[in-house]
């Protein structure tokens, strides 16, 4: 049972797609205070103490996000630290789930926030700036069942080709053909499966958008002699556009007013990797038709593939915050040397990117109407996919197109997948990365993945094994790193076998992979889910956040600290406990409902499945081209049988029915 209550205006957002009624009042839960008329929101409830909470999408710490405090503020920050309180999305969807089990969702796109037993252990309270909103209010048995609910009121999620479940190689700083045939050789010479290779800002000319540098003096037979190696590059989109005359993206742009405004009607500024830019107004209709339109010329000369960044927007600076500084630093000039002001002009430059007066400075075209741009700053990712998604869908109708977005908002999953932005190359991060896919899950972002081994920092031979482990099982798999950072593709280390063994698990299970992610889409389930949603009845399993279910087979327990030789497992029922070993075969133990120590080396994967049930195991390949789905062996509990789906992989022509077959 869902019910909407709409307090003032509400900005229309389009996340939801289906139409609630309207309640009435709030009862019985919780406490909805307006303190005057056109100032704030506060919704307050008082938890039981054994309520857990679920839900926020991709946001820090735990499953349970009991515990702390949380803004949906979408924000460019590398550093995502045990206090972070805002990452790139805005996913503004929570679940009490206790004595009375109910979900909230608060369709509002500007900073909003969450404080879930951080202020009083007891009280969760929602507050906002404006009461401009719509609070849609769930009822349900339990928490999984209220997640099925809320998954039908956004609409289906987004669904890439098949071959985007291979394996995908990316790095910030590929910049030549050169650097590029490298790592593709690297991956196929050593026989290490790769279906993808990431393009980052480098591959444009001076970081403009959809232009291609000149050394790629041929870019389309440069793309088609990547796939005749079965492999597919993936260039990336910045929200910026580059100030400069003569560039056709920025000229259109200006000529027909795309681009977002400051008050006085000017194009707003703000400096990102290109240099000084406009930001597209992705809320025209037009704009987004326009810059959609654009990805076209790449999909042209062949590419299939996009991920859209730094759409949050990230602003480094703007004209108007350098001027302010350099005055503040005049102040600061004549002052004597050691006294005062030193950390406050530290301070100044630190904050000087993604500032919150920069976001109160420009404003969006909205139906004729000026919003400012902090009112609505959490839907600007999701609109500049949005953008993406129609147009592709219109400049292809009938293939599938790769995509995914670094910031987003409930509504986006329609449109395009995510990965969860600059992590970095440490043990706490494997462990968020697990923690953040069932709550990413419960908002419909189904394709969704973390840079394995880590972005930022150095990553070491192990966390990268244990951290492709994990990625093994989640939808987008790709290894990324930043520029300055060591070097991560999986052929640059010692025993190359135990990383071509670890991916080529992923292919092996692909065929189950693909079927469990098209179930899950298109019945507006989920992939990934918490042990509590499939074991409501068990309190054990309601505290387990290192573990997962997957589909409706398989439990996931990944090695997530350093120098492990195993791990610590709960099993809420009898499963079998399977590994992949490194010589191809599979070991088989069946293990009792309880706690159980498993040992796990660096170059194996474990697994789980599920009590009288069985999973498709195809044979190595390197490529998702050469999964050979005919010749499957069952894995798991004998008599039990499983429903595969498999369709051709490319078109859009969904279809649970058609293309699912008994296996077994
Ligand atoms: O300011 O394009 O999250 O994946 O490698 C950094 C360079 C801009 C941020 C993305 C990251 C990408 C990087 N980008």
Redesign the pocket.
Known sequence: MIKKYTFGTPFPTESVVVPVEAGEGMQPYGRISLPEEGSGFTFSYVMDADDIVYGLGEANRGINKRGFIYTSFCS?D?NHLEETVSL?GAHNFIIVSGKAAFGIYIDYPAALTFDIGYTRADELVISCEHADLDFYFIEGENAYQITRQFRKLIGRSYIPPKFAFGFGQ???GYKTAKDFFDVADGYRSNHIPIDMIYM??DYMEDYKDFTISEEFPDFPAFVQEMKQKDIRLIP?I?AGVKIEENYDVYEEGVAHNYFCKREDGSDFVGA??PGETHFPDFFQPEVRAWFGAKYQWLTEQGIEGF?N??NEP?I?YTPEGIKKIKEQVREFLPKPETKDGVWEMQGRFMNLANSAEDYASFFHNVQGEMVRHDRIHNLYGFQMTRAAGEALQKISPKKRCLLFS?SSYIGMHRYGGI?T??NKSWWSHLLLNLKMLPSLNMCGFLYVGA?LGG?GANTTRELLLRWLALGVFTPLMRN????GTREQECYRFEHVEDFRHIIGVRYRLLPYLYSEYMKAALNDDMYFKPLAFEYPEDAMAANVEDQLMLGGELMIAPVYTQNAKGRYVYLPEEMMYVRFLPDGTLSREIMPKGHHYISVPLNVVPLFIRYGKCIPVAGMAECVAEVDSAHMELVGYEKSSYVLYEDDGYTRNYDLEKHSRTLG
Do not use: K, L, Q, T
């Not at 990324?480 to 520029?483: E, K, L, T």
């Open positions: 460019d590398p790139y990316s790095r910030w980052d800002i990336i910045d990102v990797w991920w960044d730094m990230a480094f670094r990965w932005g600059d840079d972005f990324h790193a930043a520029i």
